[in-house]
Structure formats: structure tokens, C-alpha cells
């Protein structure tokens, strides 16, 4: 089965700009959640969706949002991008429910706000 | 949520010295995953151990979900078992802050 995947891998913005990054899960995975990840902040949650709906949500402010697709894709867009923003965006992909819960991770993208 | 903490923050090793890894969490869990980023960022799954022990290669994991730690060993460290060791538990999306490895040659 082939893995995770995010893209773009990089991407740099402007400060006010969008940004939407995509994340493919593994086939059969009906789970996608997303992570940022900073030097200072390290792994943090941001949402995790489930058969199109969200199902559990981070601390964000509501310039991160995200949705999934019926093919179980996943798109997150952070709106009015800010330096802070600068980060490295993970995706993962599991299957909940069927007695593995293994979280199987992308190669993430790259975010750079200048 | 659930509290994961790990311990040390940070480790450095000589190639071909053994190691542990320490995970400490909050409240009973029925899942938990050690993972490794390496330099590039990609965080490769080790281990899905909820309880009792397993063994890849050189590396091996322990839970004890009664007593809310898990413990990864690294034995005879490599070079490329340098990086970020995250120990996590997905079902609460929680994630520990990582231990730092440097293996030294």
C-alpha cells in the first residue's frame, strides 16, 4: 500500500496571505487528523476528521480550518497567514475501530511566512 | 486531554552503547505508539504497543499500561538512531514533548 502523502512539500507565503495544504491518507483509512509542528511548540493537534465530519479539534484559532473528502482526502487552509505560522505540517492516517489504531504519518509540508 | 511525558529531554550516546527511553502518561490507555523523526522530519512508526513487549531488530518496547509508562530500548546505537523519539497516544491525539538522541561515532 503506498504511504501517506502531503503536498506541497514547501511552500512559502507572505504574511495575509491563504495557504491550503492536501493530504492523501492510506487506502482504507477513514481517519485523517493533522499536526503542527514548531521548535518551540513542538506536535500540536489541530483536527482530526472521520468520514467527512470533524471529529476532534485542537487549540487553534478559527484561521485553521480543514475538511475531508468522501475518497477520505484531507485539506487543511489557514487563512490570514501570520509569522507564527511558519511550521511544518503533518498529516496521519489510521483506521479506528478495526483493533489497530496505528497513526501512520506523511512527510509533511513546510510552511515558511515571510 | 491525556498528559504524556518523557524522559530525559535529551540523550547523548557512543556508537554501540545501549539505551532507554522512558513514557509516562496521565490515565489508562489502550493504545500508545514510540515513533522516530528523523532530520528530514518524517516521523517513521517503531512501535504500536498498548501493553506488553515487542522487539524490531535493535530496538525494542515495553508498556506498562497498569502502571502508565512505556519504556523503548535501543541496544548497540548507530549513527542513524539519531533524531526525535516521540512516544503518543492517537486515540487522545496526544503527544509527548520527544527525547533527543545524538549517537556519536
Not at chain 2, 46 to 54: D, W
Amino acid at each position: 500500500k503506498a504511504g501517506v502523502t502531503q503536498t506541497p512539500r514547501y511552500l512559502i507565503k507572505t504574511r495575509g496571505q491563504q495557504v491550503t495544504l492536501s493530504c492523501s491518507p492510506i487506502s482504507g483509512h477513514r481517519s485523517v487528523s493533522w499536526y503542527q509542528q514548531t521548535p518551540g511548540q513542538g506536535l500540536q493537534f489541530l483536527f482530526e476528521y472521520f468520514s467527512e465530519t470533524q471529529r476532534n479539534k485542537g487549540n487553534f484559532p478559527g484561521r485553521f480550518s480543514g475538511r475531508q473528502f468522501s475518497n477520505s482526502r484531507s485539506e487543511m487552509n489557514v487563512s490570514t497567514l501570520e509569522l507564527g505560522d511558519s511550521a511544518l505540517y503533518l498529516c496521519a492516517s489510521r483506521n479506528p475501530g478495526q483493533g489497530d489504531e496505528t497513526q501512520y504519518f506523511g512527510p509533511g509540508t513546510r510552511l515558511l511566512v515571510l | 486531554g491525556i498528559q504524556v511525558e518523557q524522559s530525559p529531554p535529551d540523550l547523548i550516546l557512543q556508537e554501540g552503547a545501549n539505551s532507554t527511553l522512558r513514557c509516562n502518561f496521565s490515565d489508562s490507555v489502550n493504545n500508545l505508539q514510540w515513533f522516530h523523526q528523523n532530520p528530514w522530519g518524517q516521523l517513521i512508526n517503531l512501535f504500536y504497543i498498548p501493553s506488553g513487549t515487542k522487539q524490531n531488530g535493535r530496538l525494542s518496547a515495553t508498556t506498562v499500561a497498569t502502571e502508565r509508562y512505556s519504556l523503548l530500548y535501543i541496544s548497540s546505537s548507530q549513527t542513524t538512531d539519531s533524531g526525535v523519539y516521540f512516544c503518543a497516544v492517537p486515540y487522545k491525539l496526544s503527544f509527548g514533548a520527544g527525547t533527543t538522541v545524538t549517537v556519536r561515532a
